[in-house]
């Protein structure tokens, strides 16, 4: 790796400071498993790293008694699935956060850092576009506000400015009746970049039997993380029913625009698309009749 | 440009101080100005676990931390397993069971399955394969070492742990 200073505020206003001074050649430094490898294969050119692990803001996971969640952006995955009241609120976030790399990454890997990487596979990020997460920056001029689905602009790139840095992730409480699921296709069992994986989180009328409002997001089918509206859309005021899931699933098979690499076809991942979405909307259900 | 740091750390239960650079990994650190190679570095990015240590209590790849982030931290490496000279019971049953061929990842393989047992020392077999993914063997096809894991925890519930 090239010689870099190695900076570790402790407050978030430091951090800033620091961020701010150093412009576009400093980067974030969380659990490291993507800028740290990054840096030393020359792949981004980073020669100041801001370690942002020991800073209150970006470590916090609060759940409020509404049940809504503020994840720091340096929150590890393991932290995340290991806290058994976030795990029982947010299981599709727990199936994404379980399955970023092996039990070596998920201790040192964050949540910020899997939107930051912006990957167009990351295993997080069509999670957090179904839960209708909410990315917090600060920066020097102050702080503002980003839907996790405008946040990334494409492959390895995102809203940040120089001198901006992610500090949470917000979850809205899960609304009564609701539920969300994530899946992952890949040949192996672990340890796989996703060929496709796609979320959906859907909320129920009481009954049960229609659905009020579906959110649903794929990743690996485009150069950034997709939130298909028109997928949410197809089940909006319908009946739970196979047609309806079905329609969605449609839906989100003509918004992929997949390339063809060592990982799968286009054809293969538009077809994968239509077949996770249907699974997820389907354990989504499950988790909304059960809630 | 940027000199050496300054870093202190409690390795193996010894209280360590040390310069590095900044942009040296904890793997570089514990091997070239430590002398402590037990740790391997296999694919350095982060895939393959043969430079498993546990810091501050949890699993890591000491290839994807840098060694500055060491500072104030607790870091148990291979050669932290054993006590003095009687293997730690994983060390024995991989021995045992022929858990290894050409060894590359063993002490990777060793600290990560000692970092499960300490937290469940009930693991079953899905539960120590599932954890071991992130740690490659190209010589075992892996039986050996899953078998060699279930036989140390089943040593280690029989006999009291020593701390």
């Keep these: ?291 | 440009m940027s000199g050496r740091t300054y870093v202190s750390a409690k390795i193996n239960g010894e209280q360590m101080d040390f310069l590095c650079e900044p942009r040296q990994s904890l793997l570089e650190v514990l091997r070239d100005e430590l002398g402590m190679t037990g740790s391997k570095e296999g694919c350095n990015n982060g895939n393959c676990g043969a430079c498993n240590v546990i810091m501050n209590g949890v699993l890591v790849n000491a290839c994807c931390v840098l060694g500055v982030e060491a500072q104030g931290g607790t870091i148990v490496t291979i050669e932290g397993v054993a006590s003095g000279e009687d293997l730690h019971p994983l060390q024995r049953t991989f021995l045992d069971d022929a858990a290894l061929q050409c060894g590359i990842c063993t002490p990777g393989f060793i600290v990560a399955a000692k970092a499960l047992l300490d937290k469940e020392p009930d693991a079953d077999e899905a539960r120590i394969r599932h954890w071991l993914a992130g740690n490659l063997c190209r010589c075992t096809g892996y039986d050996k070492i899953v078998h060699a894991v279930l036989d140390a925890a089943d040593v280690m519930r029989k006999t009291p742990a020593k701390v």
Excluded: W
């Design chain 1, 1 to 291: 790796m090239q010689a870099i200073e190695y900076i570790a505020p402790a407050s978030l206003a430091e951090a800033i400071k620091v961020l701010a001074h150093h412009g576009g050649a400093a980067r974030a430094l969380a659990g490291g498993t993507d800028v740290i490898i990054q840096a030393r294969e020359g792949r981004r050119n980073v020669s100041v790293m801001v370690d942002v692990k020991h800073i209150a803001e970006t470590t916090e996971l609060s759940l409020s008694p509404d049940g809504s969640l503020r994840v720091g952006a340096a929150t590890s995955c393991a932290r995340i699935y290991d806290n058994a009241e976030v795990a029982r609120l947010f299981p599709a976030l727990i199936e994404s956060v379980s399955l970023i790399g092996g039990i070596q990454i998920q201790s040192r890997a964050s949540l910020g850092g899997n939107l930051c990487n912006s990957s167009p596979a990351a295993d997080s990020i069509p999670t957090l576009i179904a839960l209708a997460a909410t990315c917090e920056i600060a920066g020097p001029g102050g702080k503002r506000s980003v839907a996790v689905e405008d946040f990334c602009t494409a492959p390895g790139q995102n809203v940040l400015q120089p001198g901006e840095l992610l500090v949470a992730l917000t979850f809205p409480a899960p609304k009564p009746h609701s539920g969300a699921a994530f899946e992952r296709f890949i040949p192996r069992n672990e340890m796989d970049i996703a060929v496709v994986n796609a979320a959906a989180s859907v909320t129920l009328a009481a009954d049960g039997s229609t659905f009020e409002s579906g959110r649903i997001a794929m990743g690996a089918v485009a150069p950034t993380p997709l939130f298909v509206k028109a997928a949410g859309d197809a089940l909006a005021g319908r009946p739970v029913s196979a047609a309806t899931i079905d329609a969605a699933a449609a839906a989100a098979s003509a918004a992929a625009k997949p390339i063809t690499d060592m990982r799968g076809s286009a054809p293969q991942r538009t077809h994968l698309a239509g077949v996770l979405t249907k699974r997820v909307i389907n354990k989504a259900v499950e988790r909304a009749r059960g809630a």
